[in-house]
């Protein structure tokens, strides 16, 4: 194997802000070769997170900060091209964290999962695998929406909302997404089947809510905290539910100014939980086989936003922070066999 090149984004140095191009490099190296208990997976593409700005500062998290001259952490699925291990066999379909890198190794642990069956492997970061399982498990455990209720959902144009929202209106519930500009609302209606969305840089997002949601708010599933968070907390509804899933609007600024307004929880008996897919991911057949049930039953759309090679992950990762996204932002390695 040692014939193959590993084309790789290592970390440079911390970025401030949005990622510069020079916080990184793109180097070449020989693939690695498998030790006992190793498999070798050639990664076809790799999901663009939030999360993967939050590991390039060096601040505890629930996983480590990615160190100077390592390749950038990321999740991704990929082909397993060799194997030392009993866990994988070669041509095992796995979701791993294959980081922004064309080759990368694994072991039997919890970070890498076999898929079962023949799946579309795009399809299986955009919606069956751990996005369309926080969108699952943060909106069934936590919002538990019941027929009638009001249901808003933030950053609803983009990878977790858009299913959020979806998951909630098979429930029965009514569903309002929050989205920034007219296009992307437009998207959560036409295409997410949302029954409204607010746009967020229209102007005054408490008068909209209040339009919108004129039975006040029951459940909440909040991807971006900061004002938006304290806005919903405003019309929440008594015994409300907030999903606590991302503070996207902190993640470049390394700040959590907030909530201001979580007196409203007292107020209205409601609760805020945080959750993460990675402690519930014993539990992932459960959320595959119910997502992968709904999107054949054409219950649950997806989008996928696809980048063209290594070369624009940065490009990719800055685009959640600046919105540039519809659905999942996936960077496109290798062709699936
Ligand atoms: N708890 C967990 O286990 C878990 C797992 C995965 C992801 N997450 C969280 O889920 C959230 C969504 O992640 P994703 O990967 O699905 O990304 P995404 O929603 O596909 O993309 C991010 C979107 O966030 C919005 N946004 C960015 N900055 C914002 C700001 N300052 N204010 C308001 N909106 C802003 C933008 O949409 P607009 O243009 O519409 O503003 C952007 O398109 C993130 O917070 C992430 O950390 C949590």
């Known amino acids: 194997m040692t014939d193959l090149t590993n084309h790789q984004i290592v970390l440079r140095r911390r970025p401030t802000g949005l990622v510069d191009p020079d916080d990184v490099e793109a180097i070449a190296t020989p693939a690695p070769e498998p030790a006992e208990g190793e498999a070798l997976v050639r990664n076809t593409y790799v999901g663009i997170d939030a999360a993967v700005r939050t590991w390039l500062d060096d601040k505890p998290g629930y996983l480590p900060p990615v160190g100077i001259g390592e390749v950038v952490r990321a999740a991704g ?24 890198q064309e080759y990368v190794i694994v072991r039997d642990d919890l970070f890498t999962t076999v898929i079962p069956g023949v799946v579309d492997q795009l399809a299986m970061l955009s919606v069956y695998g751990s996005t369309g399982a926080t969108a699952y498990f943060g909106m069934t455990d936590i919002g538990k929406p019941q027929p009638g ?51 967020h840089k229209a102007g005054d997002l408490e008068a909209a ?17 900061g004002p938006i968070l304290d806005a919903v907390l405003g019309r929440l509804n008594q015994g409300g539910r907030i999903a606590l899933c991302g503070v996207i609007s902190s993640y470049v600024t390394g700040e959590h100014p907030g909530p201001a307004n979580y007196v409203q929880l007292l107020a209205r008996c409601g609760t805020m939980q945080g959750f993460n897919t990675l402690n519930n991911w014993g539990r992932f057949e459960e959320a595959f086989t119910a997502l992968k049930q709904w999107e054949a039953e054409g219950r649950l759309v997806h989008r996928e936003h696809v980048y063209d090679g290594l070369d624009h992950a940065v490009e990719a990762l800055n685009g959640l922070f600046t919105g540039t996204n519809i659905g999942k932002s996936v960077v496109k390695v290798s062709d699936p066999s």
């Open 209 to 225: 809510l209040r339009e919108h949601c004129p039975d006040r708010v029951d459940v909440y599933f909040d991807n971006v905290g």
């Open 149 to 199: 209720e009001t249901v808003v959902v933030s950053a609803a144009a983009g990878a977790t909302g858009s299913l959020a929202g979806q998951i909630a209106k098979i429930a029965g519930a009514r569903v309002v997404g929050i989205a920034g500009g007219p296009e992307k609302c437009r998207v959560v209606t036409e295409e997410f089947g949302f029954d409204a969305c607010i746009d």
């Open 77 to 100: 699925v990929g082909e397993v091209v060799a194997s030392r291990c009993d866990a994988y066999a070669v041509g095992d379909v796995v979701t791993t964290l294959s980081a922004f």
